[in-house]
């Protein structure tokens, strides 16, 4: 048995002399003194492989240079007599403190931003956590910046049950411990729903004498950059080295044409002046489908009415159906009455049918609204359907968030109907940039640009000096990813609107962050599991937040920008990721006849969340993994996506 086998013969190596590239004509070594191993810059060390002893076990280590930044760490344990359970520990420790430190998708230095009761800090009660490296989206990785170098450490992706790991970084004043355990354990407690905890658990594996479990650790240096920029070549090695598994899923024309009937067949509803899209379907009594009953007409973010409306406006062009065309304009028609005096809009519909007038109004779903009403005059005019109130709608939401907006450039997160703002914290505000640079384009008006453009600033600014961005999810108040789509979006569009090379490097910088989401390999899970039995591949998903720590195919939303910035930079590191989403997030896409957990699902419904690790599970290997909330929100970024990048050939 072995844990993080990979492939390739090791050397052996007691001293191996390398010139680490970027931090210029220092000298690294390593060296064994006094049975350790010890990573030495001309003649001082940096930090040494940590192997605690174990009783019954023996260990020997290996180093291999794989580049003048890259170590891999071998480090083989024996059983010397028969153990019915062991703990098996191996890391490397960094004789630094840390003034950042990550664990991707887990922890962003502490987690300390935001209202959410996700783990906070590297200890629990005094205890370093410990955490199964199914939550991580690069095998156990973890990141932390030094006095003078950036230390990336991951491991591969086990190939059976019995080689799961945990991981536990550790920051002290002096010196920052990246550890690897084995077995796979969660201590001392479990983050196993939103805001909740369990005791925490460890798996008990015994060991044969003369059985050998393998360590294999990857060590990355770079040089501490400002900006967090050093995590970039640890980034880069990572996704040179994943594996790349090939999924097979239907063609864009396919998912298309099941999108669409997604839409028309099942998410449609009428409920006395509402005619549009309902956000989703449930199970029912008799193990069927029908619509939620409650919060369920919103114009974006889960309910996406206007991203679905416009996508059937280009059904009608792409195949003369009278019915898509219908039906979209009839739902934008529908939300046009959202659209308050002050230039707010209401963005759910829930809020008119029940006549309450002081509901919230969020800056994710209002920038949604204003890019999305912009982009559906336009198709409506194309379709022979002249709408200037929809147009209308986009220049009054920028002229009310512009009026709203802090000296700083912040725009809230929140407002009352009657203007009233709620809370401004976290990026979310960001949503809002891009409808204000489309405000620009179509008008000329300066004051939109100058709006945006402080917004953004604003909003980079925090990106690079945290490491994160924030609170995009509605449902959550913490450190994510969808929060930083917008900037994304925001860049690539200030560089096509510019040619500034300073707004594409910004997309780099996000996109980075982007990836610290984004996993780089296939987990292995029990053969009675779901994921097991419907074949559900994590390569290319990305988790939520760190408040949600599950898998959904969210990012089907940057795919056209990833794409974009590949052609921009020469990067294909870009284009690769975005195929990787494009083939996750198109799995289990039902034709009519998918059955999941007994429940024979709609054509063109996909659910939403993916469950790899113990989220949702007090242990790690039981329960269902895939839900049964099928949203309406996938099958709009799914038809967006083919829209944006049509006749390109790029998804095929």
Request: aromatic share 12%; proline share 5%.
């Amino acid at each position: 048995m072995k844990l993080f086998e990979w492939v390739g013969r090791i050397a052996m190596a007691l001293v191996i002399p390398c010139m680490i590239s970027c931090g210029g004509n220092s000298d690294l070594t390593w060296k064994k003194n006094d049975g350790a191993l010890i990573l030495m810059e001309n003649g001082n060390p940096i930090g040494a492989l940590d192997i605690p002893e174990t009783e019954g076990i023996t260990h020997k280590e290996k180093i291999k240079a794989l580049d003048s930044v890259t170590f891999k760490a071998t480090v083989t344990f024996k059983a010397l007599e028969d153990l019915d359970s062991v703990r098996l520990e191996a890391g490397f420790i960094h004789n630094s403190g840390s003034g950042f430190w990550m664990i991707p998708s887990v922890n962003y230095n502490g987690n300390d931003w935001g209202r959410g009761k996700e783990p906070k800090g590297a200890k629990h009660d005094g205890q370093w956590r410990t955490v199964s490296f199914r939550r991580t989206p690069i095998p156990g990785a973890m990141y932390s910046e030094g006095s003078r170098y950036a230390i990336a450490t991951w491991a591969e992706a086990p190939k059976s049950l019995k080689e799961n790991f945990s991981c536990s970084l550790r920051p002290e004043e002096n010196k920052t411990g990246h550890h690897y355990l084995w077995p796979e354990e969660e201590m001392p407690v479990t983050y196993a729903n939103r805001d909740h905890f369990e005791p925490g658990w460890r798996d008990s594996i015994p060991m044969r004498k003369g059985e050998t479990v393998v360590f294999q650790i990857y060590i990355h240096l770079s040089p501490v950059l400002q900006e967090h920029r050093g995590m970039r070549s640890f980034l880069d090695k990572a996704w040179e080295l994943a594996p790349k598994p090939t999924v097979e899923i239907f063609p864009p024309e396919k998912l298309w044409e099941l999108g669409i009937r997604y839409a028309k067949e099942s998410l449609w509803a009428e409920e006395g002046p509402y005619k549009g899209f309902s956000i989703g379907l449930i199970l029912d009594d008799n193990g069927g489908w029908r619509q939620r009953p409650a919060w369920k007409y919103e114009i974006g973010w889960c309910g996406q009415n206007a991203s679905y409306a416009i996508s059937l406006l280009r059904d009608y062009q792409k195949t003369g159906s009278k019915e898509s065309l219908d039906k979209g304009i009839a739902t934008l028609d529908t939300w046009t009455s959202c659209l308050l005096p002050n230039g707010l809009f209401v963005t759910n519909y829930d809020y008119l049918l029940s006549g309450n007038q002081n509901g919230s109004i969020d800056a994710c779903n209002l920038g949604t609204a204003a890019v999305n009403y912009f982009e559906a005059y336009d198709m409506a005019k194309e379709c022979g359907v002249e709408r200037p109130e929809y147009e209308r709608i986009g220049f009054a939401i920028c002229d009310f968030v512009a009026a709203d907006q802090q000296e700083n450039g912040c725009y809230a997160k929140g407002w009352r109907p009657n203007g009233e703002i709620i809370y401004r914290e976290g990026t979310i505000g960001c949503f809002l940039v891009p409808a204000m640079i489309e405000a620009y384009r179509r008008s000329g008006d300066k004051k939109y640009l100058d709006s945006g453009l402080r917004a953004y600033n604003h909003y980079l600014a925090e990106l690079k000096e945290n490491g994160f961005t924030t609170a995009g999810a509605l449902d959550t108040w913490c450190i994510d990813k969808e929060s930083s789509i917008s900037l994304l979006r925001s860049a690539i569009r200030l560089h096509r609107l510019t040619g500034s090379p300073e707004y594409l490097e910004d997309a780099v910088a996000i996109s980075y962050y982007l990836s610290t989401w984004l996993w780089h390999y296939d987990g292995v899970y029990p053969e009675d599991d779901d994921f097991s039995e419907y074949g559900y591949h994590t390569f290319g998903a990305t988790s939520v937040s760190v408040q949600h720590n599950h898998l959904d195919p969210y990012a089907l939303y940057w795919i056209p920008e990833w794409m974009e910035l590949a052609e921009l930079t020469g990067d294909s590191q870009w284009k690769e990721k975005a195929l990787a989403i494009w083939k996750c997030g198109n799995q289990l896409v039902s034709d009519g006849t998918l059955t999941v957990n007994g429940h024979v699902r709609p054509a063109g419904s996909q659910n939403e969340a993916y469950f790899e690790c113990s989220w949702g599970f007090s242990s790690g290997d039981n329960g269902h993994r895939i839900n049964n909330w099928l949203v309406a929100w996938p099958g709009a970024f799914r038809l967006e996506t083919i829209r944006r990048l049509e006749g390109k050939n790029a998804l095929d």
